[in-house]
C-alpha cells in the first residue's frame, strides 16, 4: 500500500506562490493518475475539490478555478508530484491533499496546510 506525503505549504500573502510536493513511498511511473484535491474548513473529505491531475502519460488537466494559476508536474524518478501555486488567494486557503489512483483504487496523503491572508 502506498504512502503518500505532501509537503511545501505555509502562509503566504494574496499574490503570492508555493510549490507543494507529494513523494510517494513506491514508483508512480505506472500510476494512472497523480493529482491534488484540497478541503475547505467544514468540509467533508467525500467533499474534497478537485485542484489538478496529471495522467501517467504526461497529459495535465485543471479545476477552473485554478486554471492560470497552477502547474502540475512529475518526477518519476523521484516519485514526486509537484503543484505550483501562484497569484495565491485568501479562497485558496485549504488543505491541499494528494491523490493517487491505481490498479483501481485511491489512496490519499495527509495534507499540507495552505494559509492566504495579509
Known amino acids: 500500500q502506498v504512502q503518500l506525503v505532501e509537503s511545501g505549504g505555509g502562509s503566504v500573502q494574496p499574490g503570492g506562490s508555493l510549490r507543494l510536493s507529494c513523494a510517494a513511498s513506491?514508483?508512480?511511473?505506472?500510476?494512472?493518475?497523480m493529482g491534488w484535491y484540497r478541503q475547505y474548513p467544514g468540509m467533508q473529505p467525500e467533499q474534497r475539490e478537485f485542484?489538478?491531475?496529471?495522467?501517467?502519460?504526461?497529459?495535465?488537466a485543471y479545476s477552473n478555478r485554478v486554471e492560470g494559476r497552477c502547474t502540475i508536474a512529475r518526477d518519476n524518478a523521484k516519485n514526486t508530484v509537484y503543484l505550483q501555486l501562484d497569484s495565491l488567494e485568501p479562497e485558496d486557503t485549504a488543505v491541499y491533499y494528494c491523490?493517487?489512483?491505481?490498479?483501481?483504487?485511491?489512496?490519499w496523503g495527509q495534507g499540507t496546510q495552505v494559509t492566504v491572508s495579509s
Open positions: 491523490r493517487e489512483r491505481f490498479s483501481g483504487e485511491i489512496y
Open positions: 513506491r514508483s508512480i511511473e505506472s500510476v494512472s493518475a
Open positions: 485542484v489538478a491531475q496529471i495522467t501517467g502519460g504526461g497529459p495535465s
